[in-house]
């Protein structure tokens, strides 16, 4: 919802609710071509961890990351942190 300068609701959804739609379909879309071989899966020769998708942000993902990397390194593994998306480094 956004509030105007009147302070009353006004709502979003009319604008958004095509949106959602579009994009449900490219996500279908890119699923199915994955199910059907189209785009290329790929076998990893290591342990691949994915932590996102969670929340959008604030929900802990980067200080989970760090944890993580730091207690396979202490176990002697080679650790690689991958990122994008806003605040990467």
């Not at 994009?23 to 890119?30: A, N, P, Q, S």
């Not at 959008?56 to 176990?75: C, E, H, N, Q, R």
Request: aromatic share 10%; glycine share 8%; proline share 4%.
């Amino acid at each position: 919802m956004v509030i105007n300068k009147k302070n009353s609701l006004v709502s979003i959804w009319p604008v958004l609710s095509p949106l959602t739609i579009v994009y449900l379909g490219l996500i279908l879309w890119r699923d199915f071509f994955y199910r059907i071989d189209v785009f290329p899966k790929r076998k990893l020769s290591c342990v691949v961890i994915s932590i996102g998708n969670i929340s959008s942000g604030g929900t802990g993902k980067t200080p989970m990351v760090i944890s993580l990397a730091k207690s396979f390194k202490k176990a002697g593994k080679s650790v690689a942190v991958l990122s994008r998306g806003y605040g990467r480094q």
